[in-house]
């Protein structure tokens, strides 16, 4: 059971909405080369806001994670893409299906 996981929120900056969307639908590749990421969900949670959500059966495949490629490309964009850091909570599962 996945008991592990992260929520990224994230706010563009003004009239960089599509270029965060497009950098996001553009990492799923890189989420599903990870063995450790059970599932990855890049979310739209308004007009310029977004959210990554992920889960990890380990603590270490969430660290695997967020020192990973998908982690590396966010921070690397994160200044022309993004109005302020995003804002990264490790969090825990307590009931999936």
């Given at each position: 059971?996945?008991k ?6 994230m706010?563009?900056?003004?009239g960089k ?7 996001l ?6 989420a599903?080369a990870e063995d450790?990421?059970?599932s990855?969900?890049a979310?739209k949670?308004?007009p310029s ?5 992920d889960?990890f059966?380990?603590?270490?495949g969430r660290?695997?994670?967020?020192n990973?490629e998908?982690?590396?490309?966010l ?5 022309a893409?993004l ?7 490790q969090v825990e ?5």
């Amino acid at each position: 059971m996945v008991k592990f996981a992260l929520l990224a929120r994230m706010e563009a900056k003004p009239g960089k909405e599509a270029e965060v969307e497009a950098f996001l639908v553009s990492a799923l590749p890189l989420a599903q080369a990870e063995d450790d990421t059970i599932s990855w969900f890049a979310l739209k949670l308004g007009p310029s806001t977004f959210g990554i959500f992920d889960t990890f059966e380990a603590e270490s495949g969430r660290q695997a994670h967020l020192n990973g490629e998908i982690a590396a490309a966010l921070m690397a964009n994160a200044e022309a893409l993004l109005s302020s850091p995003p804002v990264i909570e490790q969090v825990e599962v307590l009931a999936a299906k």
